[in-house]
């Protein structure tokens, strides 16, 4: 019942999402902006206007990047940003599951038409994925519930609905650690490498195959101590010991192959090409050098990366395309930007705070044994939710000191499940209309007593909160204000080629 509430939901804010970009891409016009926007090199067909009208404000910044490789392939350097996943996935969309309108949509009217359905797909599922990890980690289905709804609103809503990898990411990345927390580790393996293949913060995701079968190694131990006696019990801990060691190296390996694999094509790509500048057509080469990008070349000389020690395409690429580096953003002009991301490093901010004032004993032991795994308290503050708090920060510090800092709202918000439990703990916390508690106006009562989750289908809190808004605590206000005000104006903005997050 919670997760049919759930994903009812994710259907109708992506349904809206889609109408009201197409609405607000129509009214408003496209700025004129300094983006990747290749030349169209296939002729029209008869509904490609149609798609474009309707679904051509997803089509805007990176979007335009996955959308030409999966129509081109990787021609320039710095496409090599953009993993392979997405677009391989979308040229199967169109090409298997939209090929009976070949005859009226060109292969990128099918693209665009793709991301839009494809995306919207995988939101949901990562909807489903979101909640089933809630649940298995926080231990409280009323939590779990609310932070569900609240990621159907997330503030990073455009990234989720246009041409972007975010919404396939967070499938794959939730759906991996719900299956590492029921101790599927193979297939979580599985699953969180081909995250890798959708986006190179993936492979920060290692950090939890490293801690999470060592929290059950050491549980194990404990367990052997006291049942166990003599040789036998130093058997059973060189198996632990042993099969955790195997399990971790494996499972690095496995989590790593895709980013390598994807580094090893783009060398041999640039480094020892094959293809010729004939071979390229010729508006696109013009481009090419109208704009600096680097295509590859057989006759000509290899790019100065390919001469390090370590030739790694992808930092080279973040390095000159991008300005991507160590402190880099921090600048005077820079200032609206840290602005804009400031909601979301408050979040990430406070969840690690307010766990280590509750936890600090578990928290300076790692997480791996104190008096608090003994007797966990449901909620936020359960152990469980330590590695978790611990992968947000990391994500919060290495986007704020290396990264472009406005796009910690979707880096954040499709790695990490700490934005969204934070904010459902701090509403459930502060908002008296969510208790059944009295206030000055007793028209503003809302029916979400806690006893009746369990017998009907759940109220959504958002919506239910909402037509009270003016009513609501302080902390209610900032938080839906946030989510809701990025949700809207993401579109707005985004699908306009005007700056966003």
Request: hydrophobic residues 50%; positive net charge; glycine residues 6%.
């Amino acid at each position: 019942m919670d997760v049919k509430a759930v994903v009812g939901f994710a259907t109708v804010t992506r349904g809206l999402s889609l109408v009201l970009q197409a609405v607000l891409n129509a009214a408003i016009p496209d700025h004129d902006a300094d983006a990747f926007r290749p030349p169209r090199t296939e002729e029209a067909m008869y509904l490609d206007n149609v798609v474009d009208w309707l679904f051509g404000g997803l089509s805007h910044w990176d979007a335009e990047h996955f959308l030409f490789i999966a129509e081109k392939g990787y021609l320039y350097e710095h496409n090599f940003a953009f993993f392979p996943l997405f677009p391989i996935v979308l040229r199967g969309f169109a090409e298997i599951l939209l090929w009976p309108l070949s005859n009226w949509l060109s292969v990128r009217g099918r693209l665009l038409l793709a991301v839009a359905l494809g995306n919207s797909a995988f939101f949901l599922l990562s909807v489903i994925a979101f909640y089933a990890l809630s649940r298995a980690v926080l231990q409280d289905r009323r939590l779990a519930l609310f932070s569900s709804f609240l990621y159907c609103s997330t503030p990073a809503n455009v990234f989720m609905t246009a041409g972007y990898s975010e919404s396939l990411f967070a499938a794959l990345t939730f759906g991996g650690l719900f299956l590492l927390e029921k101790g599927f580790t193979l297939r979580a393996c599985l699953a969180l490498s081909i995250a890798t293949a959708a986006r190179s913060n993936g492979l920060v995701n290692i950090g939890f195959l490293l801690y999470l079968p060592s929290l059950h190694a050491i549980s194990l131990i404990r367990v052997y101590r006291a049942t166990t006696k003599g040789h036998s019990k130093v058997l059973h801990y060189i198996w632990v010991i042993l099969r955790l060691l195997l399990t971790s190296l494996f499972g690095t390996a496995v989590i790593a192959l895709p980013f390598c694999a994807f580094q090893y094509y783009g060398y041999r790509t640039f480094c020892t090409p094959s293809t010729s500048l004939e071979q390229i057509h010729p508006a696109l080469l013009s481009l090419g050098e109208r704009r600096g990008y680097r295509v590859p070349d057989e006759n000509g000389p290899p790019p100065l990366w390919c001469m390090r020690p370590l030739p790694l395409l992808y930092s080279h690429i973040q390095d000159v395309y991008w300005d991507v580096g160590f402190l880099r953003y921090f600048e005077l002009r820079q200032i609206p930007n840290f602005i804009l991301a400031m909601p979301m490093a408050t979040l990430a901010i406070m969840a690690a705070y307010g766990y280590f004032q509750a936890n600090p004993e578990l928290c300076l032991r790692l997480g791996l044994w104190g008096t608090a795994l003994e007797k966990p308290t449901p909620g936020f503050f359960n152990p469980k939710v330590f590695v978790y708090v611990v992968h947000s920060t990391v994500l919060l510090i290495f986007g704020t000191l290396c990264m472009h800092v406005q796009v910690l709202t979707r880096f954040m918000a499709s790695s990490s499940p700490v934005p969204f439990w934070i904010s459902a703990h701090l509403l459930l916390l502060n908002e008296p209309l969510l208790h059944r508690r009295k206030t000055p106006n007793p028209n503003v009562q809302l029916q979400t007593d806690p006893k009746n989750y369990c017998k009907h289908t759940p109220q959504n809190p958002i919506l239910a909160l909402l037509p009270h808004f003016k009513a609501c605590s302080p902390t209610t206000q900032s938080i839906l204000g946030y989510f809701l005000s990025y949700w809207i104006l993401g579109l707005a903005l985004h699908c306009n080629f005007l700056p966003w997050t």
